[in-house]
């Protein structure tokens, strides 16, 4: 049986390199609303995502962004904050990320996670309160190249899962 879930992640791959193409604003308006949609510790919601899809302001952030310069070159990025104190923020905004990634890959855009410390500069230039804290830039936009969707360099699966206990193996 198939499971467009579980093929999104057995085949999103990051990408760093964009076609000069837009992304349509209802493939924007949903890789949002995931985020929107993702589970959250006692449903507090602790995020904040702003969609940048101006191109100065991608270069902008991609100036500030030391982890994500091809920034500069995506269709759309979102920006990631989570409010500073909340206890599970970051996990939250984590799990609002990958849902936001696995969105967008289904609809042919990749993306890659970019950040994580050190980006008080994107807080600002955002116009996020203080409160927050940023976790990511995630930028968007459609592959450049074709990129070979589930070829993977993972561990075996007996290395990094165990079923019962550590060493038993899994299935």
Same mark, same amino acid.
């Given at each position: 049986?198939?499971? !467009?879930? +579980?093929?999104?992640?057995?085949?999103?791959?990051?990408? #760093?390199?964009?076609? =000069?193409?837009? /992304?349509? =604003?209802? @493939?924007?308006?949903? /890789?949002?609303?995931?985020?929107?949609?993702?589970? &959250?510790?006692?449903? #507090? *919601?602790?995020?904040?995502?702003?969609?940048?899809? =101006?191109? *100065?302001?991608?270069?902008?952030?991609?100036?500030?962004?030391?982890?994500?310069?091809?920034?500069?070159?995506?269709? !759309?990025? /979102? @920006?990631? !904050?989570?409010?500073?104190? &909340?206890?599970?923020?970051? &996990?939250?905004?984590? #799990?609002?990320? *990958?849902?936001? /990634?696995?969105?967008?890959?289904? %609809?042919? @855009?990749?993306?890659?996670?970019?950040? +994580?410390?050190?980006?008080?500069?994107?807080?600002?230039?955002? %116009?996020?309160? %203080?409160?927050?804290?940023?976790?990511?830039?995630?930028?968007?936009?459609?592959?450049? #190249?074709?990129?070979?969707?589930?070829?993977?360099?993972?561990?075996?699966?007996?290395?990094? !899962?165990?079923?019962?206990?550590?060493?038993?193996?899994?299935?």
């Amino acid at each position: 049986m198939s499971n !467009a879930v +579980f093929e999104a992640v057995r085949t999103v791959l990051a990408v #760093r390199e964009y076609q =000069d193409t837009e /992304i349509p =604003d209802d @493939v924007l308006a949903r /890789i949002v609303e995931a985020g929107h949609l993702t589970a &959250s510790a006692a449903n #507090r *919601q602790p995020w904040h995502f702003v969609l940048v899809r =101006d191109r *100065q302001r991608l270069r902008d952030l991609g100036g500030l962004v030391k982890t994500g310069p091809y920034i500069a070159s995506a269709a !759309a990025a /979102i @920006v990631v !904050a989570y409010e500073r104190a &909340s206890g599970p923020g970051v &996990s939250d905004a984590s #799990r609002a990320i *990958q849902a936001m /990634i696995l969105t967008g890959w289904a %609809d042919g @855009v990749g993306s890659n996670w970019t950040g +994580f410390r050190g980006l008080e500069e994107v807080r600002r230039y955002v %116009d996020l309160p %203080d409160t927050y804290d940023v976790l990511a830039v995630v930028p968007f936009g459609y592959p450049k #190249r074709a990129v070979g969707k589930g070829k993977k360099k993972r561990k075996p699966l007996a290395e990094v !899962a165990s079923a019962e206990r550590f060493g038993q193996p899994v299935g």
